[in-house]
């Protein structure tokens, strides 16, 4: 069975802080893409990145970045310097190759000015 | 980047009426689409998957008499949400996938907001 976890439900923080937002997936397929995807108040699914699991190199774009540890099926989220712009759901999914994309429950990011 | 398009964006209908939701690929052609459901403060959760031409396949427990899902081209799909009732009131969004080579991605829909009074 596949399964995204986001444990956080919501996390509050104060502008310039950095944050990490955990994502924990399952899965018996070795070929898999992961995601995360981010929710502003509009509704609409902003793509933020997308990583293949024979891809564990991190990644840095900006102030986001992400680390990808196959070993213990986590892809984590992390930005940094947030600011107030960045309050949103996101949400980290799974696809394991064609036709269904599993989402994680969410998380709800609140930065403070 | 590729577009994915949903018409309404949002629409408020009576109870027991049949609202219909286009979800168009712009600028490609998508082989599969889905139609995903998301209630306040809740997940994304995929109500079924429809390939042009074909019967969509619903995911368990939603009803195919209630959402109806017509795939009648490569960049069309809609859904009908038939005889509509307050808890039908949610998000809906589509998704359209394409693959390029050995590549498959897949593009959201900005969402259709349905309230039934």
């Known amino acids: 069975a596949q399964k995204v976890t986001q444990a956080q439900t919501e996390i509050s923080v104060v502008e310039k802080e950095d944050v990490t937002l955990d994502c924990v997936y399952e899965?018996?397929?070795?070929?898999?893409?992961l995601f995360w995807y981010k929710q502003p108040p509009s509704g609409e699914l902003v793509f933020l990145i997308r990583?293949?699991?024979?891809?564990?190199q991190n990644e840095i774009s900006g102030r986001y970045s992400w680390n990808f540890q196959k070993s213990t099926s986590s892809f984590n989220f992390t930005i940094t310097a947030s600011q107030v712009v960045d309050s949103a759901v996101y949400f980290c999914?799974?696809?394991?190759?064609?036709?269904?994309?599993?989402f994680g429950a969410g998380t709800r990011l609140f930065v403070k000015a | 980047g590729a577009v994915v398009s949903q018409h309404p964006s949002w629409v408020i209908c009576k109870s027991g009426t049949s609202v219909k939701i286009e979800c168009r690929s712009l600028d490609f052609q998508a082989t599969t689409m889905f139609w995903y459901r998301q209630f306040p403060k809740q997940s994304l959760m995929l109500m079924a998957t429809s390939n042009e031409g074909s019967k969509a396949t619903y995911e368990q427990g939603v009803e195919k008499d209630k959402f109806l899902i017509n795939h009648a081209s490569l960049t069309l799909s809609t859904l009908t949400v038939t005889s509509a009732h307050p808890e039908d009131s949610s998000f809906y969004i589509c998704?359209?996938?394409?693959?390029?080579?050995?590549?498959?991605?897949?593009?959201f829909g900005p969402g259709t907001r349905l309230l039934v009074l």
């Open positions: 999914a799974l696809n394991t190759g064609g036709f269904k994309t599993i």
């Open positions: 990583r293949n699991s024979f891809d564990e």
């Open positions: 998704s359209a996938r394409t693959l390029s080579g050995q590549e498959e991605t897949q593009y």
């Open positions: 899965t018996r397929d070795t070929t898999y893409y």
